[in-house]
């Protein structure tokens, strides 16, 4: 009898806990479009059996048997799953289909685009089952996740308000929930600290503007739950990724340190504004000196750099549209992957890039003039190099502003 007891007392103490994860996996599928998230390594902590341990930055990683990179997504779904598809990444259903294929996704996910958080939710649930499969999906800060974090959101679309405006309804309503538990803290408030109106500001997006602050400020629920697990600038191989671009300045400061700020800023732990290596022109996240088509790539500038870095050979960055698609300058030294495929922000055609294990580039393209120009552009068993692949000048630049 005192066995049975005690047995249901031990099963009491954890009814807290799982009705907060029933809760938390209730609102991830009313937000994400219907998705399940596949669980992660359990806690570590006694006091918190059923809350997920938190993974650690990386900034290294050996050359893997295959490299995807992708450019910038623009809150567009169903584009972005266009791109996965046509590396082969997901199957007919939406699941990994990579199985030990890295993944590298350059950043802005943000902005421009109506799927912000359902893209947000996809990546998630995908960098999960490639974990599971052996798999690895890494994904990037860019320029407008920065400015997002900072409550800067002048390239939100309505819909994109009204997607973080359902987000909080939901939320807010699982938290009301929890409340009710007798054994689970108090949810805090959300809006906490901020303003019930801002001047200048339509009624009509007011519920959205309010929510998205709460949400994506630092220490928020989606800048927590997404964001802080993003990297600033990465190194697989022998290629380093970056959103903007880097300079000497930068590596030496520590590309460690760096992913390590920008997650503790995001986390709430460093204050509101960015740290300043991701603001202004020079900025990790917005610079265009080796991606801006008109001004021409600083070749020197880009050696210099890539020197610093003992095994690196190239630098792999989106932010800057490249209308004649993914290219590279500097005798393949600089790769631009940011297509503009995003309805939003110039609707291009989805290629990716493809990096095998002897280091061969490659880029998977949805253009069918280029599949039909260049069919050895495709071959998969091609050993002719990118820069022989694609054109190095004559590119177009859209001008996009942010």
């Not at 399940?36 to 990683?61: G, I, N, V």
């Not at 630092?218 to 191989?237: D, E, Q, R, Y």
């Not at 008109?294 to 960055?317: A, F, Q, W, Y």
């Amino acid at each position: 009898m005192e066995n049975k007891e005690e047995n249901q007392k031990e099963l009491c103490k954890h009814i807290p806990n799982l009705l907060s994860s029933f809760v938390d996996t209730f609102v991830d599928f009313s937000v994400s479009g219907g998705l399940f998230l596949p669980s992660q390594k359990p806690s570590l902590d006694p006091q918190k059996p059923h809350e997920e341990t938190p993974l650690s930055l990386q900034t290294r990683y050996p050359a893997p048997d295959r490299l995807i990179a992708i450019g910038d997504l623009h809150g567009d779904l169903e584009k972005s799953k266009q791109a996965l598809r046509l590396a082969g990444l997901i199957d007919g259903s939406d699941k990994w289909a990579g199985g030990s294929a890295t993944v590298v996704q350059v950043g802005d996910v943000l902005d421009r685009g109506d799927d912000e958080i359902k893209i947000l939710y996809f990546l998630e649930k995908l960098r999960r089952e490639a974990m599971k499969d052996g798999g690895n999906f890494v994904t990037m800060n860019g320029n407008h996740e920065i400015m997002n974090i900072e409550g800067d959101f002048r390239y939100v679309t309505k819909l994109g308000l009204k997607e973080f405006e359902d987000w909080a309804y939901w939320y807010c309503l699982g938290n009301e929930m929890k409340s009710l538990c007798a054994g689970l803290e108090k949810p805090r408030n959300m809006y906490d600290g901020i303003p019930m109106n801002f001047r200048g500001v339509d009624s009509q997006i007011l519920h959205g503007i309010r929510a998205r602050i709460a949400a994506l400020r630092p220490n928020g629920p989606i800048a927590n739950k997404f964001l802080s697990k993003n990297v600033t600038v990465l190194v697989v191989g022998d290629s380093i990724f970056v959103h903007g671009g880097l300079l000497a300045r930068h590596v030496e400061y520590g590309l460690e340190r760096i992913n390590e700020e920008v997650r503790d800023w995001i986390s709430g732990l460093m204050g509101k504004a960015a740290p300043r290596y991701c603001r202004g022109r020079n900025a990790v996240v917005w610079l265009r000196k080796y991606s801006d088509v008109e001004k021409n790539c600083d070749c020197s500038m880009l050696e210099h750099v890539l020197s610093t870095v003992p095994g690196v050979k190239r630098m792999i960055m989106g932010h800057t549209i490249q209308v004649d698609g993914i290219n590279v300058v500097c005798n393949d030294r600089a790769v631009r992957i940011d297509v503009g495929l995003s309805k939003g922000c110039g609707d291009g055609l989805p290629e990716v890039l493809e990096i095998n294990q002897n280091s061969g580039l490659r880029v998977l393209t949805s253009n069918p003039l280029y599949q039909r120009k260049n069919k050895s552009y495709l071959n998969p068993d091609s050993k002719e190099g990118l820069g022989l692949l694609i054109p190095k000048s004559g590119s177009r630049q859209v001008e996009v502003k942010a």
